[in-house]
């Protein structure tokens, strides 16, 4: 079970850097982003894209953690109360 579950994820992970490979490769216009008045320089589309996807692999699993971390930190605050 094990080595399927590796297989799986493998395949998942190699779909993600396939799609992502060839999103960059299909959007190479440039685009010049504003935000709250900060101005970019002009990229290909792709970059901050991606760069979104990637903050969000990196976020994603940092709130997950600490909702995690609060869940388990009140559970043991109710188990020394009841004790």
Not at 23 to 40: D, H, K, M, R, Y
């Amino acid at each position: 079970m094990r080595i399927f579950k590796r297989v799986v994820v493998i395949a998942i992970v190699l779909f993600v850097v396939l799609a992502t490979t060839v999103f960059v490769l299909e959007n190479q216009q440039t685009v010049a982003l504003v935000f709250f008045g900060w101005s970019a320089p002009a990229l290909p589309f792709a970059v901050p894209v991606v760069l979104a996807l990637l903050l969000g692999m990196l976020i994603g699993p940092v709130l997950a953690w600490l909702a995690s971390f609060r869940k388990k930190r009140t559970l043991y605050t109710r188990s020394i109360k009841s004790e």
